[in-house]
């Protein structure tokens, strides 16, 4: 599907999204809350010393739950959102469960909490209308929104120390309604399709008796590529799939001026964006699915691509166009794998830090969508935590770069290497 065609069918699913919210579905934050005195700290990057602990972290968060996705097809996912999202649940957990998702978020107390602090200051420099990805031209300087909120069931005895940290650490906001009923699924839903720009079109949290508290995070990315795609280079052109089955799929050709790098017979190359964010696009060795990367491998291509640094080469590059888009991850799996299994246990879970009520992870979801095309990219991906009551031919090139088989593609805050999607491409039909 090319970028018009993509738009316009972008255009007519708000629409619908739209009518539905005339329906009577409510507004996104119509009935949101502030925890009382409470206001977002910010924190510069340079004052968060544990933050590269965090971004390692975070890689393998990324990894992870890449790796529990579907065995065949294409994946995405955003480590920073399942990042932040049990963040913001660590706020509220003691004991064993505390120790648990500090150690999957790679640091402790203050330190943790001034490097998330730090990356939501660093980043909100770029914030601005998540509908932006409706548009069908991407805007001049890159967008990328945050929002968090936590969405309190109406009876559920939540502690005010646990929303003003929220509200400090996340710049969150708190919206109550009864969770128990199926209609507080209208406001999850408005939420989510407001902060996600559209692009996910409804929360994957299924209200129950049992359901106390639901924390969201949602991440929107538009942002233009700094040496675009010409439209006349995009055609069908052969891509093997796993399968040793070659399909003809729309890509993207282009002769790039980019930094490039082999690291353990993985090629990659960074494709920046018009500022402050970029795409690495990883090639592994042939056989090799792209769900085998590791956070070391990763962590060791980042910085081969950045010791680059201004000495780029001319890559004759083919990329597929994309439009990645899945069913609702479980993350419940990952979460126990990154080995913070307690917090999903009624036996074992301490989230007494929210409140005097048994709780533990009863549901975890993360839904993510990935555009890209010959003028950039246009991401979203919304994680949701449900807390549920226990018992309840030009010059020739120096390099050519085809990515014709699968592949990995990664996009990450240029500044902090904070890995905001992760997708393994196995198959680019559309």
Not at 8 to 29: H, I, K, S
Not at 55 to 66: E, N, Y
Not at 115 to 129: I, N, Q, V, Y
Not at 395 to 418: K, N
Request: charged residues 25%; glycine residues 8%.
């Amino acid at each position: 599907m090319r970028r018009s065609t993509a738009a316009t069918a972008l255009a007519a699913a708000l629409c619908v999204a739209t009518l539905a919210a005339c329906a009577g579905a409510p507004a996104a934050d119509e009935g949101l809350e502030r925890a009382e005195g409470a206001r977002a700290r910010t924190v510069a990057l340079d004052d968060a010393d544990a933050l590269p602990d965090v971004v390692a972290a975070a890689r393998r968060i990324g990894t992870v739950t890449l790796g529990h996705g579907p065995r065949e097809g294409n994946v995405v996912v955003s480590p920073a959102s399942v990042a932040v999202a049990l963040a913001m649940l660590t706020e509220g957990a003691r004991s064993q469960s505390l120790t648990e998702l500090e150690a999957v978020l790679g640091a402790e107390g203050d330190e943790r909490r001034d490097a998330f602090a730090a990356l939501r200051t660093a980043l909100g420099e770029h914030d601005g209308d998540p509908a932006v990805v409706q548009d069908e031209e991407l805007p001049d300087a890159p967008l990328l929104h945050l929002a968090d909120q936590a969405v309190v069931h109406d009876d559920a005895d939540v502690s005010e120390e646990y929303l003003a940290a929220l509200a400090e650490q996340f710049d969150a906001g708190i919206q109550r309604t009864d969770l128990t009923s199926p209609d507080s699924k209208d406001l999850l839903d408005a939420w989510v399709r407001h902060h996600s720009g559209g692009l996910v079109e409804e929360s994957a949290i299924d209200p129950n008796p049992d359901l106390r508290l639901v924390l969201q995070d949602a991440v929107v990315l538009a942002a233009r590529w700094q040496q675009p795609f010409g439209p006349a280079g995009t055609h069908d052109r052969p891509f093997t799939l796993a399968s040793d089955e070659v399909v003809d799929v729309d890509t993207m050709a282009g002769l790039l001026h980019v930094a490039y790098a082999e690291v353990d017979g993985w090629r990659a190359a960074r494709l920046p964006y018009v500022d402050a964010f970029h795409t690495d696009v990883l090639l592994p060795p042939e056989g090799t699915d792209p769900v085998s990367a590791t956070p070391e491998l990763l962590a060791a291509v980042d910085e081969a691509l950045d010791a680059r640094g201004g000495a780029a080469s001319s890559v004759e590059l083919t990329l597929p166009t994309l439009d990645v888009r899945g069913e609702p991850l479980d993350l419940l799996g990952p979460i126990a794998a990154l080995g913070a299994p307690s917090v999903l246990d009624p036996g074992t879970a301490d989230l007494t830090g929210i409140g005097p009520e048994d709780l533990y992870v009863g549901q975890a979801f993360q839904q993510a969508v990935l555009l890209v095309d010959e003028e950039g990219t246009r991401a979203a991906a919304v994680t949701e935590l449900g807390m549920e009551a226990s018992g309840l031919a030009p010059a020739a090139p120096e390099v050519r770069l085809h990515l014709d088989r699968p592949f990995l593609l990664t996009i990450e805050h240029t500044d902090t290497s904070w890995p905001l999607f992760v997708a393994a491409v196995r198959d680019p039909r559309h």
